[in-house]
């Protein structure tokens, strides 16, 4: 469900004229015009303003605020204002806010102060969802609902009482019985045998290592405990407002919420995104993550956050050069986003985001940021024609949070340094830099549309999940320490890859995990050498071929990299799987292009993208003739693309 209102590609910003004088409003509007501005996003920390005393709404100003967009043409994407309880609510009911795992209850003063399990912080959050719908429910600016704000970005979970009764809950609910949670968590290990229900309590700080099938639970619990909280406005909003999306804003690959089970309850996925202009591998992060919100829904989504330039919250805040804006701007086009929006409209003159950059800077409107500002607003009305293009991919990554989670338990696994975000990334900068496109896709969706599929760690695997895959016609590549662990994270009965076993056709005996800069040599059937870091495993084969060894160390000779049918396996992980790589698309019927360094290639139906991310002009052979929407141009052939500059290309 797109914002259908709103013809063409979405432009604009967060927008606080709670923190301005009155009379800057008319120049703000004014300006948000001149720029090409026709949405903005209001209201989202706004709850103390509206809201002054408990029931005592002050609705005057938005009111004003609302109307002066709309007489400008933006339109709304406007907050419940729920991001943030104000300081009655925290007084009169110190118990809403939240609780560390050592039990110091975090006081008010910053943001996202609370406990989603509250009943008094949903309550409350919930009366003012449904004051705002029904006073503005036929407001010409209203748009699109925006819930809270970030979730999971200062309150991630809370160990508090409220917490635990709700945890408690959430347990009974999902095992039924005391014999069920015992037998699931493995308590007879460590003498943790529960006896009723009272005992049990949320993983807070304990002498040693926490039982990691609790942990398990405890992240499902504390996704769902947020989700809880998003679904009970939404709940209020759909009901008052049928027909306006509701949406919350995500948070790029996050590890704290499942992203599957949340995008599911969104109308629209919108997605906040900060790549830093200091690291080089940036553009490649953020390409991920804007694939993944792409594929939550497999429809266009929204980029809800950007900076113009510098953010205000890294140790070194670095802005971007000249042209940076527009080249990260048209790629989160490039990749499926129907829009354009920025924190903030307006720089800040005070608070923790005084710093952080604006659309409109703290220099006004004679300023490289300004004139930026009008450029990329020009831009985004040329690039109209683009939204609501979909993108389609042969190669998908999978992607499960639970075996994230389950992956990445502190204290009680062979390695701690197995992230999945950089085991994704592995396989995900060679695909990108070939231009190939890619989908994520969790546990359970139709994989039969895609050629390749990578699975580059599923820890925790369930016999559904293998059998799913096992299904799959395609090419398969699973990373290792995959099918270690069942649902419960108990280890399978044989060891790994468990379910995946008859699928891989080899059984690993035993990890073997590599020491902080200690590597291990790799060598292919055709003479090639890889270069392994972090982990390896004794592999026995039960019918794969080996494609590739170990040379060197106690593993010499054993089998490295194997197929099995259409299915590798790597029991390792190389610092460039880019030569097993093109072998897997080449046995796929995978093309991909040949792109200079730093230069990315997107496709959306009908139209080509290619941005220079590099420090120098690219020269690139077009793969279709067209129309270059950003300068009018007619390009065939090779064109050079100057760096941090690009090219889309209107093609039939």
């Known amino acids: 469900m797109g914002l259908t209102r709103v013809p063409g590609l979405l432009y604009g910003g967060d927008y606080n004229p709670e923190q301005w004088p009155e009379e800057v409003w008319a120049e703000d509007v004014r300006l948000m015009a001149e720029a090409g501005v026709n949405v903005a996003t209001v209201a989202v920390f706004s709850w103390s303003r509206l ?38 609510l925290v007084r009169l009911h110190p118990e809403v806010l939240p609780q560390d795992a050592a039990g110091t209850r975090l006081e008010f003063g910053s943001r996202q102060g609370y406990c989603p399990s509250s009943p ?29 704000n970030e979730y999971a970005d200062h309150t991630t979970e809370c160990f ?42 949320p993983p807070r700080r304990a002498p040693g290592p926490v039982n990691p099938a609790q942990l398990l639970d405890w992240r499902r619990f504390s996704s769902d405990a947020l989700l809880a909280c998003f679904e009970a406005e939404r709940a ?14 995500f948070m790029s690959v996050l590890r704290d919420l499942d992203y599957w089970k949340w995008a599911a309850a969104e109308d629209l996925v919108t997605d906040d995104a900060y790549p830093d202009p200091a690291d080089p591998e940036a553009h490649v992060k953020v390409a991920l993550s804007y694939d993944l919100m792409r594929s939550l829904k497999r429809q266009p989504w929204l980029l809800l956050e950007s900076a113009p330039s510098a953010v205000s919250w890294r140790e070194v805040n670095v802005p971007k050069a000249p042209g940076v804006m527009r080249l990260h701007s048209l790629q989160a086009l490039a990749h499926g986003s129907d829009g354009v929006m920025f924190f903030q409209w307006r720089q800040a003159k005070y608070g923790p985001e005084k710093f952080h950059s604006a659309m409109l800077p703290h220099g006004g409107t004679d300023t490289r940021q300004w004139r930026e500002t009008v450029a990329l607003g020009a831009d985004v ?64 969706r139709d994989l039969s549309g895609y050629r390749l599929v990578i699975a580059p760690n599923l820890y925790l695997c369930t016999a559904e999940q293998a059998a799913d895959l096992a299904s799959y016609q395609g090419q398969l590549v699973v990373g290792p320490f995959s099918g270690v ?49 972090t982990w390896t495993e004794w592999v026995e084969t039960e019918g794969a071929e080996v494609l590739a060894r170990y040379r060197g160390g106690p593993l010499d000779g054993r089998p490295a990299v194997t197929r099995h049918g259409t299915a590798t396996y790597l029991s390792c992980l190389p ?23 730093g230069v990315e290639l997107c496709r959306r139906d009908g139209h080509l993208f290619l941005l220079n991310h590099g420090a120098g002009p690219a020269t690139v052979t077009l793969p ?18 100057p760096a941090h500059d690009a090219v889309v290309l209107e093609h039939s």
């Open 51 to 88: 809201e002054p005393a408990p029931g005592v709404y002050e609705f005057g100003w938005l009111d004003r605020v609302l109307d002066l967009l709309h007489e400008h043409g933006i339109a709304a994407d406007l907050a419940t204002a729920t991001a943030t309880p104000p300081p009655w």
């Open 485 to 533: 662990v069942d649902a419960a994270d108990q280890v399978h009965d044989g060891g790994a890859p468990g379910p995946l076993r008859e699928l891989l056709g080899l059984r690993v005996e035993e990890f073997w995990p590599l020491p902080d800069g200690e590597t291990r040599a790799v060598e292919t059937a055709d003479g090639a050498v890889l270069t392994a870091r």
């Open 236 to 249: 209020v909003l759909k009901e008052v407002t049928p027909e306006v999306p509701v949406t919350t804003n």
């Open 381 to 444: 009305r040329r690039l109209a024609g683009v939204a609501g293009t979909e993108t389609r991919a042969e190669v998908a990554l999978v992607l499960d949070w639970e075996s994230w989670w389950g992956l990445e338990a502190p204290e009680s696994m062979p390695s701690n340094r197995l992230k999945l975000h950089r085991l994704l990334l592995s396989w995900y900068a060679p695909l990108h830099a070939r231009g190939i496109a890619v989908d994520l896709v969790p546990h359970g």
């Open 160 to 201: 508090c009482p409220e917490s635990a009764r709700d945890f408690r809950r959430w347990l009974g609910e999902r095992y039924a019985t005391l014999d069920g949670l015992n037998a699931a968590w493995g308590t007879s290990c460590w003498g943790q045998h529960y006896t009723d229900w009272s005992q049990l309590e």
């Open 120 to 148: 008094v912080f949903r309550a409350a959050t919930v009366r003012l969802a449904r004051a705002l719908a029904e006073r503005y429910r036929d407001h010409p600016a209203l748009v699109m609902w925006h819930v809270g």
């Open 624 to 641: 279709t003739d067209g129309t270059d929407l950003l300068t009018g141009r007619r390009l065939t052939g090779t064109v050079v693309i």
């Open 575 to 597: 610092e460039d799987p880019a030569p097993l790589l093109d072998a897997v698309l080449a046995a796929a019927g995978v093309a991909g292009t040949a792109l200079p360094e």
